[in-house]
């Protein structure tokens, strides 16, 4: 299949993670817009923590309590040198930081599971119930069994157990573009366009930074992909990657609940960037399998 933009033969790597998948609800738009961008504000599966992002907004017609909502994910890393178990018990307590500074805190919210074929499920009482310091209860409402937290602002609802399960996280596209008028549009329409894909969702939206595995300030964590920074490409000379002409290269990041369903987002995410006047190439970050198990090659996307 031709383009008008070039779609660079590599592949972008992505790795296993868990996820949860949980609907939150508010009495206003307002509350409920902060309670889901400030959960989910934060990429931070680099640094050990739990990342997130919105998948989809939610009318009254389509929450368990008819009030508006959102889909919510959030999503940690696997540490391979500890059993499940570990990276479980650890994905719970960074989960219930997000949800008791977050969400909890939001006047009328509430957080119900909304992963019906999950692998797992995690008792909320410990973490989250327990911030009513013993005066919380569990009681059925909406069909579900639910903690209520008593508040000064009664009170906030949490489904008693949410479930978890293994999905993909951190594949990835480049749009390489001349200007920034360019990857401005290519922000909005390709966004628009993944979260068309039920399932997925984008932890940066759209990144300035795409790193690398090697660093040479370990406390630092991952830093800057030198090779590919407009900015140090006349100092690099021959080391730099940048191609003549582009002087940003965004990264678009996806997780997503299936490797299929993060191709897909991938695919649409790529075709909406493709006739964009100043978008000259599309590639990926690959790091010649240091990061993750899964590979995916964009021209494969569209066989």
Not at 277 to 302: C, Q
């Amino acid at each position: 299949m031709a383009f008008k933009v070039e779609i660079e033969d590599t592949y972008a790597e992505a790795f296993a993670g868990i996820f949860c998948r949980v609907i939150i609800t508010a009495d206003d738009e307002a509350t409920l817009r902060s309670a889901a961008e400030d959960s989910t504000a934060t990429p931070s599966v680099v640094i050990g923590r739990v990342e997130g992002g919105v998948e989809k907004w939610l009318d009254e017609n389509s929450t368990p309590d008819k009030r508006e909502g959102a889909v919510l994910q959030f999503w940690t890393g696997l540490d391979e040198k500890k059993p499940f178990s570990a990276s479980l018990k650890k994905f719970e307590a960074e989960l219930s930081f997000r949800i008791r500074q977050d969400i909890l805190v939001k006047p009328f919210t509430a957080v119900f599971n909304a992963l019906a074929d999950a692998e797992g499920k995690m008792d909320m009482m410990e973490r989250i119930g327990h911030c009513g310091d013993g005066y919380e209860w569990v009681e059925k409402r909406f069909s579900r069994s639910v903690v209520v937290v008593p508040l000064m602002v009664p009170d906030f609802i949490i489904e008693r157990r949410l479930g978890y399960a293994h999905g993909v996280m951190g594949a990835n596209f480049w749009v390489m573009c001349k200007t920034k008028e360019a990857l401005r549009e290519a922000e909005e329409k390709a966004l628009h366009a993944i979260h068309r894909v039920t399932g997925v969702v984008t932890p940066f939206d759209m990144c300035s930074a795409g790193s690398k595995p090697e660093t040479h300030f370990p406390l630092v964590g991952p830093t800057t992909n030198e090779s590919f920074c407009p900015s140090l490409k006349h100092r690099l000379g021959k080391a730099s990657k940048v191609p003549e002409g582009v002087r940003y290269i965004p990264e678009i990041v996806i997780n997503g609940t299936s490797l299929d369903t993060v191709r897909e987002a991938m695919k649409r995410g790529i075709e909406a960037t493709l006739d964009i006047d100043g978008v000259t190439r599309i590639s990926a970050g690959n790091y010649g399998g240091k990061l993750g198990e899964f590979k995916i090659n964009l021209r494969e996307l569209f066989l």
